[in-house]
């Protein structure tokens, strides 16, 4: 299925606000799902609305719920959000974290009763329209291997990072703790297709490529091992311990547990004002340097083109809000259900 990408932002705000979402809440859901899709991150995008749906329509996820800060000071917030859509609350934390580093220089907020997120990256890069560096951090139910256990012990946990640049595009970094985010493996799943051999474990922590076996005996590997793990676990800390947000299985899933619970998930947002540090003009022909020495740098064999963190994303997206986005067969298939579930004409997007 090729879409435009206002069509189909379009389609999402029908969608939400035939729930019950106000216009505002769906259109900042929308943004965050469909920026995802034309950056080609589609586990994360559009493809989740279906299931964010569902738990509207049972209560889990507060429709009309308002994120609030419910402590803070000069440079730290922390925001409760109100079983909100997890986009809602995560974008209100965010522009808190940057409203305070512009104040001060820098700021963490953390985010409790949250839901899941999306995308990891989007948050971070809304620094980078504000000249600042920005880092954004999630919880989630476990679904991740660590080194010596059998099974899950953390979630997939995942990171963002975002800088800006002069001439060059913006470093954009968003990636799970996992080797692969559980988003690709359901996805190759649903697809008929096997998967690396590295990237799941069976019931008895051995290596398999089926990914069917993820949904009820399987776990991924930690991204580079014990590294990957540390890094989730930290995650763990500012997202979830921190803040008081449910710690690991306290978290439902929130795909597929009671559609009517919270699902307690944790978050954490993190900016950086440029200009408190350095001119904003310095520090862009500073990382501009440093993209380009990267880029010169002596490639291996067969290799075209070394990337920064983010340049594939930005390259994609330029071409899908011109061309339309190339939605995947399973990203059809979720909109196509989700269509049907509230009787809406898919056909629109198509226009």
């Known amino acids: 299925m090729k879409v435009s990408a206002q069509n189909l932002h379009a389609f999402c705000v029908e969608a939400l606000i035939q729930v019950g979402v106000s216009q505002a809440d769906a259109r900042t859901t929308a943004d965050v799902l469909v920026t995802t899709d034309t950056w080609g991150t589609f586990t994360h995008g559009t493809k989740a609305l279906r299931a964010y749906v569902r738990?509207?329509?049972?209560?889990?996820?507060?429709?009309?719920?308002?994120?609030?800060?419910?402590?803070?000071?000069?440079?730290?917030a922390l925001v409760d959000g109100d079983s909100s859509l997890g986009m809602v609350s995560?974008?209100?934390?965010?522009?808190?974290a940057l409203a305070k580093a512009a104040a001060v220089g820098i700021a963490f907020v953390g985010l409790r009763n949250n839901c899941h997120y999306g995308a990891a990256g989007y948050y971070a890069s809304m620094a980078i329209e504000k000249d600042m560096i920005g880092i954004s951090m999630a919880n989630?139910?476990?679904?991740?291997?660590?080194?010596?256990?059998?099974?899950?012990?953390?979630?997939?946990n995942p990171f963002g990072f975002a800088a800006p640049a002069g001439k060059e595009k913006p470093i954009l970094l968003d990636m799970a703790?996992?080797?692969?985010?559980?988003?690709?493996?359901?996805?190759?799943?649903?697809l008929g297709k096997t998967i690396p051999g590295d990237w799941l474990l069976d019931a008895n922590a051995k290596p398999t490529t089926d990914p069917t076996l993820f949904s009820h005996a399987?776990?991924?590997?930690?991204?580079?091992?014990y590294k990957g793990y540390g890094i989730a676990f930290l995650i763990e800390v500012l997202s979830a311990i921190l803040t008081g947000a449910a710690i690991r299985w306290q978290v439902s899933s929130w795909t597929f547990s009671d559609p009517s619970k919270p699902t307690g998930h944790g978050a954490a947002f993190i900016a950086l004002h440029i200009a408190s540090f350095m001119p904003v003009e310095q520090f862009k022909e500073r990382i501009d340097r440093a993209i380009r020495e990267i880029h010169a740098a002596?490639?291996?064999?067969?290799?075209?083109?070394?990337?920064?963190?983010?340049?594939?994303?930005?390259?994609?997206?330029?071409?899908?809000?011109v061309e339309g986005i190339d939605?995947?067969?399973?990203?059809?298939?979720?909109?196509r259900g989700l269509a049907e579930d509230l009787n809406l004409d898919l056909n629109r997007i198509l226009r």
């Open 298 to 321: 002596e490639k291996a064999d067969g290799a075209g083109r070394i990337y920064l963190p983010g340049e594939m994303e930005w390259e994609r997206r330029e071409k899908a809000l």
């Open 140 to 156: 989630d139910i476990p679904t991740v291997n660590a080194p010596g256990a059998r099974g899950s012990v953390l979630g997939s």
């Open 55 to 76: 738990r509207l329509r049972g209560g889990g996820l507060r429709k009309n719920g308002r994120p609030k800060v419910v402590s803070e000071g000069p440079a730290w």
């Open 218 to 225: 399987g776990s991924l590997t930690p991204l580079g091992g």
């Open 90 to 96: 995560s974008e209100f934390a965010m522009q808190t």
């Open 177 to 190: 703790t996992s080797t692969v985010a559980g988003g690709k493996v359901f996805a190759a799943a649903a």
């Open 327 to 335: 939605l995947p067969e399973d990203v059809s298939a979720s909109l």
